[in-house]
């Protein structure tokens, strides 16, 4: 599976989540400032939404999907490895679903221990008709009654979650 970065430190939130993420089988990666462009140039990303890269470039999805999208979420847990999106706007959620890899992006900073941490969050996100909040916890997997497995049938079947530090 991809790259698994990690810090030598052991014990920052960074490498508590970056535990988590990587036991529900999510590639991490912790990058800085100056490399996050880099990020958006090594890939052929079909879907953009990141205000950190400033770029918003939301093709239409249709029946094709997306091979690779990257979005920005709002928070991440270290806790359950899960990342969080707030997703009201249709093509963001659909892109979330549909990439057969997702890329997502979050600030070191917008890491928190556990969910009871993003109450007020949640609670100012689903207010309005139509709040919708994703909780992504690694690459979709499902199985049927017979044990077998999939991986990528209600979601994306590759996770990788850049972290960006010195923000």
Do not use: W
Request: glycine share 6%; aromatic share 6%; with cysteine.
């Amino acid at each position: 599976m991809g790259n698994r970065i990690m810090t030598s430190k052991g014990n920052t939130i960074i490498d508590r989540f970056s535990r988590s993420a990587i036991a529900v089988t999510a590639d991490v990666k912790v990058i800085n400032k100056e490399q996050l462009l880099s990020v958006k140039e090594e890939h052929n990303f079909k879907f953009i939404s990141s205000k950190l890269l400033q770029q918003t470039d939301q093709h239409y999805i249709g029946k094709e999907g997306i091979d690779k999208a990257l979005i920005e979420v709002n928070y991440a847990i270290a806790e359950t490895g899960t990342v969080v999106l707030e997703c009201s706007n249709e093509q963001i959620r659909l892109a979330s679903c549909l990439a057969e890899h997702l890329y997502v992006l979050v600030k070191a900073s917008n890491i928190v221990e556990c969910s009871h941490d993003i109450v007020d969050f949640m609670a100012e996100s689903t207010k309005a008709q139509g709040g919708y909040v994703a909780f992504i916890s690694g690459p979709s997997r499902t199985a049927d009654i017979e044990r077998v497995l999939t991986v990528g049938a209600h979601g994306p079947r590759e996770l990788t979650i850049v972290i960006v530090t010195d923000l």
